[in-house]
């Protein structure tokens, strides 16, 4: 499946109509199922969709592991199904629908706290560049206008990158990816472009992530879970100006 269609529109500009077309962001509707039983289902950019879907199971709790070898993808018209096989408990209950744009779902989960011991930091200049260059991988959005991009970084290079209509699903595919590629969580960082709440800081917090960075503002809550878990936060980053909110060492001017 792709993640932009062409739509005929009407153009108004200079006092009168235009026929053109225009690109639009592709939503289609995923439903996950573990071992046989459907866990949740929720609307997405149809890219990625296999990191979206461990991302999701493994840093909500829904299963402790999965096989992701026997995991299939089905794609049809206007919806996609995952098939996936885990060992032991699948956990559903607990679920509550979150304030994220397209209904983000977060489960009660423990947070691991190991960022508070993760000596990453860096410079002020490397961060504002990164952020550029994260910024201009955001393909889809460059043609849609239309959807939200997250990253993981080493703070030299941009490890993962993915772009949903969700910012919650953007988050959970690098966060899938990382997974899937047998990556370490320590000394990275996430970017993403939207705001940051307390269910994207607690995914971050779920895996040791010492980073959060973004060109939107946190909430309170989500400040009091980075403060809580030793996360740096980052908001407003625009150009060479950010704020930071928490845990300011890890940035050197």
């Known amino acids: 499946m792709k993640g932009s269609s062409k739509q005929k529109m009407l153009k108004y500009r200079d006092g009168g109509f235009e026929k053109v077309e225009d690109m639009l962001a592709v939503e289609s509707r995923l439903s996950i199922s573990v071992n046989g039983k459907e866990v949740l289902s929720l609307y997405c950019t149809p890219l990625m969709v296999r990191e979206l879907a461990v991302g999701l199971i493994m840093t909500e709790g829904i299963a402790g592991g999965l096989c992701t070898e026997r995991m299939s993808i089905m794609y049809e018209e206007q919806s996609v199904r995952v098939e996936a096989?885990?060992?032991?408990?699948?956990?559903?209950?607990?679920?509550?629908?979150?304030?994220g744009c397209v209904g983000g779902l977060t489960f009660n989960k423990e947070l691991s706290g190991a960022a508070k011991e993760d000596p990453f930091s860096i410079g002020a200049?490397?961060?504002?560049?990164?952020?550029?260059?994260?910024?201009?991988?955001?393909?889809?959005?460059n043609t849609t206008g239309c959807v939200h991009s997250a990253a993981i970084s080493d703070g030299e290079d941009i490890m993962a990158?993915?772009?949903?209509?969700?910012?919650?699903?953007?988050?959970?595919?690098?966060?899938?990816y990382t997974i899937l590629e047998g990556m370490d969580f320590r000394g990275k960082l996430m970017m993403a472009s939207g705001r940051l709440s307390s269910e994207i800081i607690g995914k971050c917090a779920k895996w040791g992530l010492p980073m959060v960075v973004s060109r939107s503002a946190p909430t309170a809550l989500a400040i009091r879970i980075a403060e809580e878990n030793g996360i740096t936060v980052v908001g407003f980053l625009r150009g060479e100006r950010f704020n930071i909110y928490a845990h300011a060492h890890r940035i050197i001017p």
């Not at 200049?125 to 959005?141: A, G, I, K």
């Not at 209509?165 to 899938?176: P, Q």
């Open 161 to 176: 990158f993915a772009e949903d209509i969700g910012r919650h699903n953007a988050v959970d595919k690098v966060i899938g």
């Open 125 to 141: 200049p490397e961060l504002t560049e990164l952020f550029r260059r994260f910024q201009r991988r955001s393909d889809l959005f």
């Open 85 to 99: 096989h885990a060992e032991g408990e699948v956990r559903q209950e607990g679920g509550t629908v979150t304030s």
